[in-house]
């Protein structure tokens, strides 16, 4: 661990912050125990988030963002929403999780999977999809769940990956007949693990560390991954621009790409890929190691442009018409 002693005198910090509430918590406890920086988060999606520190532009409220999505951190870089830092320890997690200019830095991966309750394939007698295409089958009719991509960073890199698996003119046509078999869009990428794993719904759209963290804790549920490809993200840390706790931000990012700090992840049902090499996977994470993913364009994804032009398609083609 880095020194903090530049940050000493640095006594608190507001966070903003993407993973459960739990992890969070053992997050910011693992934190303060190293640092002595009383710490205060607020637990948000990845819309959310984006458009809290949107709309506190004039007067921030928080000085860093925590475990959200790359696509979301370029979109705040492009909009002059972050300050550059690279953090101390950086140079042990590669250069490609890593953004150039210092205006984010990667902590952990994960990529789209898709959970099946057991017992809902058992009763239907029926095989856990492998593929998109078989999400769009009569016989997951109004058994699929997913964060909406309006405000979930799950459902917009799920929304990203179909257009870049696809191309647009086939990704929309597949995102109206997968449309139809959708029970619900959840407010947060989270949403779906509760209903998935007590069989409410029967597949549910997620990262594989929200299906694997349900696995864990014994739900009936069976991770497949789409034979097409998936897409994936790169959760981040950064600071925020204007942040009105700057040394005590530093010193969170510092802390934030340690070894230890990345497996207090895991060490809290948050199952990922770290990005510092010295960090060690855990052993559920394993068997996804050699996941087929797409060479997923965040560049495309991150950009305000993008964003704006696919969800508000996205909301008016394929939620418009939902009762």
Not at 37 to 56: D, H, Q, Y
Not at 81 to 86: D, G, M, S, V
Not at 185 to 194: D, E, H, L, V
Request: proline fraction near 7%.
């Amino acid at each position: 661990m880095p020194s903090l002693s530049a940050q000493a005198q640095a006594k608190k910090l507001t966070a903003y912050m993407g993973p459960p509430e739990p992890t969070c918590a053992a997050l910011v406890k693992d934190f303060e125990q190293k640092s002595g920086v009383a710490t205060t988060f607020l637990r948000l999606s990845a819309g959310e988030a984006v458009n809290r520190i949107r709309a506190e532009r004039a007067r921030p409220q928080a000085s860093v963002l925590y475990g959200i999505g790359l696509p979301s951190m370029m979109t705040l870089k492009s909009e002059g929403l972050l300050q550059p830092y690279k953090p101390k320890g950086v140079e042990d997690i590669p250069a490609k999780y890593v953004d150039p200019e210092g205006y984010w830095t990667g902590i952990d991966v994960d990529f789209i999977g898709i959970a099946s309750n057991k017992t809902f394939l058992k009763e239907k007698g029926l095989k856990a999809p492998t593929s998109w295409e078989d999400l769009t089958k009569p016989e997951f009719a109004g058994q699929i769940c997913i964060g909406s991509p309006a405000t979930s960073g799950t459902g917009y890199v799920f929304l990203a990956t179909i257009l870049q698996v696809m191309g647009e003119e086939k990704g929309w046509d597949w995102l109206k007949r997968f449309n139809a078999n959708v029970s619900q869009y959840t407010r947060s990428g989270i949403g779906p693990t509760q209903l998935v794993g007590r069989g409410e719904v029967g597949v549910g759209i997620l990262f594989a560390h929200d299906i694997l963290g349900s696995m864990h804790k014994g739900f009936p549920l069976e991770m497949t991954l789409p034979s097409e490809g998936t897409g994936y993200d790169l959760f981040c840390a950064v600071m925020l621009k204007d942040a009105p706790e700057p040394e005590a931000a530093k010193a969170f990012l510092d802390w934030a790409v340690t070894p230890a700090s990345q497996e207090t992840l895991a060490a809290s049902d948050y199952f990922d890929v770290p990005t510092n090499k010295n960090a060690k996977v855990h052993d559920l994470v394993k068997p996804f190691a050699n996941a087929k993913l797409i060479d997923f364009d965040f560049a495309w994804a991150g950009a305000s442009a993008t964003r704006q032009k696919i969800i508000t398609r996205f909301q008016n083609e394929i939620l418009a018409g939902r009762k």
